[in-house]
């Protein structure tokens, strides 16, 4: 597949290796969560590297210093629930980062994403919204969260994931072509239950052990 040009292919190897464990099917609970955190925190760094800072003096022990502030605040926005999993390898980064919620569930035979939930601070309007989830597969319920956002005020969204696939990137990137989009794998494509071949699964199952 080309890469449409708002799609970056995150290739680092403190991504890869974990994801290994993820897609493994004799992967346990804690391994997988233990995995997820990681490439949490390795997303962040990617989709983060070019938000804007402003110059801030400091004084140390010795002499003033110019350092580094965000421009903006930042939103995390996991997809629950799965979306929680990436949520604790970016904390590690931004321990106080805010964080707003909202809930799609797929609707098992269709596909077609069921929202259910969404708490959106006001303070989206100014800040940069990372959109955060597992899985992009039909590309439905990154879709819908994201007008969400857009309808609530954010003018500067992106979205995150670990594995996606040809046709949620397709439909994403018409969807929302404003959107800078951040994926560890991009696999092979879908099954005729809308999963992701090879996938990992259900991540939101294999993360709550449910
Ligand atoms: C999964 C996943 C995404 C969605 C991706 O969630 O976490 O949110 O499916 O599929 P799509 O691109 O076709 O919309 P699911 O609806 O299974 O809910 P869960 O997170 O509660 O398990
Ligand atoms: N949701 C998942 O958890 N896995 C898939 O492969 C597709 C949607």
Same mark, same amino acid.
């Given at each position: 597949m080309n890469l449409p040009p708002q799609v970056t292919l995150v290739t680092h190897p403190l991504a890869q290796v974990p994801l290994s464990a993820l897609r493994a099917e004799d992967t346990d609970t804690v391994r997988f969560r233990d995995a997820l955190n990681r490439i949490g925190t390795? %997303?962040?760094?990617?989709?983060? !590297? =070019? #938000? /804007?800072? $402003? /110059?801030?003096?400091?004084?140390?022990? #010795?002499?003033? $210093?110019?350092? $580094? !502030?965000?421009?903006?605040p930042l939103v995390l926005v996991p997809v629950l !629930?799965?979306?929680?999993? +990436? +949520? =604790?390898?970016? !904390?590690? %980064? +931004? /321990? =106080?980062?805010t964080v707003a919620h909202v809930g799609i569930a797929r609707n098992e035979d269709t596909a077609q994403p069921e929202p259910y939930y969404a708490k959106l601070p006001a303070c989206l309007k100014q800040s940069v919204v990372l959109v955060v989830d597992p899985m992009l597969a039909t590309g439905g319920s990154a879709i819908e969260t994201i007008r969400q956002i857009k309808a609530a005020g954010a003018s500067e969204v992106r979205f995150a994931c670990v594995v996606s696939c040809p046709e949620g990137l397709d439909a994403l990137t018409t969807a929302h072509p404003d959107v800078p989009i951040f994926t560890t794998a991009i696999d092979e494509g879908l099954n005729e239950h809308f999963y992701i071949v090879p996938g990992l699964g259900d991540a939101g199952d294999r993360y709550f052990a449910t």
């Open positions: 390795v %997303l962040l760094v990617e989709a983060t !590297r =070019d #938000l /804007p800072t $402003a /110059p801030v003096e400091v004084r140390t022990p #010795l002499a003033m $210093a110019v350092g $580094a !502030r965000w421009q903006q !629930r799965a979306g929680l999993g +990436l +949520l =604790d390898g970016m !904390r590690q %980064l +931004l /321990p =106080d980062v």
